[in-house]
């Protein structure tokens, strides 16, 4: 019989080749350095390759290793499909389940829908990581997450997709603002550099563009903000003004301060959803936790 690496070899090393370090990728698995090198060691043996080139500073992934490291993922994604297989003959939602959520949605819609999903599914064992969208829809597809909940559009490939529903925008500034007239303004009335949005790799400062139809560069600030609260704080200190989402709007995100909404036209909104990769024998628990999000909302 061929010898083959353990599981447990293949997730220290797929974690080494993420870090790039061995304390840390050690760290990250809950194991000392020293087992996770003896580990990684086992492994190059078994598969007779160096996967590692090590120095006292550096850990630089070989060319093969790399490769093997891609070809891990695959191989750990089917081994918790054989656990999906299991789990899916057991009582819905009733083991562990790994959900990604996006930084403008998590604090928002989380503590509306938590609340629920354990009353009515009290065996979940439900894992959250909250991250921009491209970094959770990669660990979707690498199987280190087994559904995320995002907001639409984005360019996603190999996976299914639950719509929720809509999650209109409105146009904020700060009461008594002198940048613009709220009730009676067109985006080219703006003043120059006065829309403040989320920096890059937020997908809402794209939703925002598109759906509020902000055509002119020239109309956005060059400042940009890491968060909602922070883009709220400046709006606040009348620094500009900006755009959105309903779920923001009614939460406490804008008590004690002079922010004010008005609303958009109707065809102004990003979409939420639930995405989950293609073929999972999930799905069908997927889209009952979707029609729960549903009920919420």
Not at 38 to 49: D, G, Q, T
Not at 217 to 244: C, E, N, R
Not at 267 to 294: N, P, T
Request: glycine share 6%; aromatic share 8%; net charge positive.
């Amino acid at each position: 019989m061929i010898n083959l690496p353990t599981v447990k070899q293949l997730r220290y090393f797929v974690k080494l080749e993420r870090l790039q370090h061995f304390s840390k990728a050690a760290a990250a698995c809950f194991v000392s350095q020293s087992a996770f090198s003896v580990a990684i060691r086992e492994m190059e043996s078994v598969l007779n390759v160096q996967l590692v080139d090590r120095t006292n500073k550096s850990v630089t992934i070989t060319n093969i290793g790399k490769d093997i490291a891609t070809q891990a993922r695959l191989v750990l994604r089917d081994m918790e499909g054989l656990v999906d297989i299991a789990q899916g003959q057991q009582q819905p939602l009733g083991g562990q389940l790994k959900l990604g959520v996006i930084p403008t949605i998590a604090p928002f819609m989380l503590p509306k829908i938590l609340p629920k999903l354990r009353k009515a599914y009290p065996k979940l064992k439900l894992y959250l990581r909250e991250d921009f969208t491209q970094r959770i829809y990669d660990r979707l597809m690498t199987g280190e997450l087994d559904l995320i909940l995002i907001a639409l559009p984005y360019d996603l490939r190999n996976t299914e997709t639950m719509s929720l529903f809509k999650d209109p925008f409105y146009f904020a500034c700060r009461q008594g603002t002198k940048l613009v007239d709220p009730e009676h303004y067109t985006t080219q009335q703006l003043p120059a550099e006065s829309v403040l949005l989320l920096e890059d790799g937020h997908c809402l400062r794209d939703h925002a563009l598109a759906a509020c139809k902000i055509r002119n560069m020239a109309k956005l600030s060059p400042i940009k903000a890491s968060s909602l609260l922070t883009l709220i704080q400046m709006v606040d200190a009348d620094l500009g003004v900006t755009y959105l989402p309903a779920m923001a709007r009614g939460s406490s995100i804008l008590k004690n301060t002079r922010v004010k909404t008005y609303p958009l036209p109707a065809d102004s909104y990003r979409e939420i959803g639930l995405v989950w990769r293609k073929g999972s024998v999930r799905g069908k628990e997927f889209r009952m936790l979707g029609k729960l999000i549903q009920s919420v909302y």
